[in-house]
């Protein structure tokens, strides 16, 4: 069975500092790209970072470029988020997400709340 799990939510002042976790198991994680996705109150799904099988290529959305790093472990079997320099606009609830074919999710995992608020 495919579990998706994250963790590290919370919330934060702006312009601090969260990093999320996402274990996987049940698949080979190492085989597979990962993302992190978002769902902001209110509002549709946003696609937020990417990750080749083997984390040498990343992709971010403009909205976090230069903020957000999206990073793996494959010896872990886990996913990460490190997220910089946070505003108000990145308060959501994020998403792992693994690639199935043809770059289409076919798992996500429970989210994890962040909320950027003083």
């Known amino acids: 069975e495919v579990q998706l799990v994250e963790s590290g939510g919370g919330l934060v002042q702006p312009g601090g500092s969260l990093r999320l976790s996402c274990e996987a198991s049940g698949f080979a994680f190492s085989s597979y790209h990962m993302s992190w996705v978002r769902q902001a109150p209110g509002k549709g799904l946003e696609w937020v970072s990417a990750?080749?099988?083997?984390?040498?290529?990343?992709n971010y959305a403009n909205s976090v470029e230069g903020r957000f790093t999206i990073s793996r472990d494959n010896a872990k079997n886990t996913l990460a988020l490190q997220m910089n320099s946070l505003q108000p606009d990145d308060t959501a609830v994020y998403y792992c997400a693994k690639y199935g074919s043809l770059w289409m999710f076919d798992y996500w995992g429970q989210g994890t709340q962040v909320t950027v608020s003083s």
């Open positions: 990750i080749n099988r083997g984390g040498g290529t990343t």
